[in-house]
């Protein structure tokens, strides 16, 4: 098949700023092209640190707006324009605007909307007009979508609860967490002085500085994690909480102990190398970091939050849980896995999120056959 009958599909987010959600579209969109697709990624403005990650062979189309409501229009023309096979949006408010612009552009182009957070907790725990309405939008407007994609069994279950749509138009489909370059980028040089030979370990947490992440029930586990044992805490990312943990940090007395170095390009060279990989989210949808950590082989403890690191942990089977917000806990399974004998984690605890099985998983929703795909490569 030549190359001006490619199947073309679009994938559709405000920019490239946040975490998760934007790692996940970068790695949908890399399966997709090398399936043979062509590949739009559309952006409400094309911004963001993840910008770099963008596959070169993807085209980036930048709709130059201010918020994404205001994208409206210019999504509106894209797809008058190009009428791709499907759309594939993600995160709520993304995908209303992609909603009503399918609408208006009265275009036959599949269109498949995704979760990746649960919804009672964003609306109980973020403070917006935005948020507070959502619950309406998905119940009025989700419908109008081809298909609703969830990332675990888990925000399906509570979107349900809460807005009321039909389960026959949900489907679970795990995050494409576990490619070769997240191997190859755990093997590159780390050069930071706690990470060299016979240093004391190092805890790592990852993740926006926001109150869903909870880094200061971390912090405080830690006070009490360095108590008992020599220790470390590092921090990768930026946020609007980075002045309220710098702190706590200086509360505590703890300095010369807790790094926030912001965001790193690469936090798998880090990831590899820590002693234990924490997540002390109050909620989440299916968090990827927590994936990652297990396929390199990083042992893990995790808030038992909704949604996501129980069906990832298998109820304890690959890592410890805890309450949410409970700092003594979280030390108690912080110490308790500095004292296991560590072994890799076996394959089949992060092999159904590897890229090929969830990419084949999205094809079957965006309404592409696989089967035509090969022979389009």
Known sequence: MNKET?????????SLHGGGAQR?????????IERGLKVDLVLAKA????????????RLVDLRARRVLYSLPGLVRYLRREQPQAVLSALNYVNIVAIWAKFLSKVRTRLVVTEHNTLSWSVANIPSVKTRLMPFLIRT?????????TVSHGVAEDLIARTGLPAEKIRVIYNPVITPELFAKAEETLDHPWFHPGEIPVILGIGRLTKQKDFPTLIRAFALVRKEHPARLMILGEGEERPNLEALVRELGLEGE????G???????????AAVFVLSSRWEGLPTVLIEALALGTPVVSTNCPSGPMEILEGGK???LVPVGDPCSLAHAILETFQDEHEPTPKAAWERFSKENV??????????SEKFVKSSI
């Open 47 to 58: 911004e963001g640190p993840f910008l770099s990650q963008v596959p070169p062979r993807v």
């Open 318 to 320: 690959w890592g410890r």
């Open 359 to 368: 990419v084949t998983a999205y094809l079957h929703v965006l309404g592409i």
């Open 258 to 261: 807790v790094a926030l170095p």
């Open 263 to 273: 965001f790193v390009e690469n936090p798998y060279k880090y990831m590899k190398r």
């Open 141 to 149: 407007f989700y419908p109008c979508a081809d298909v609703v994609v």
């Open 24 to 32: 996940v579209i970068i790695n949908l969109a890399q399966g997709f």
């Open 6 to 14: 490619k199947i073309h599909i679009a994938l559709f987010l405000s």
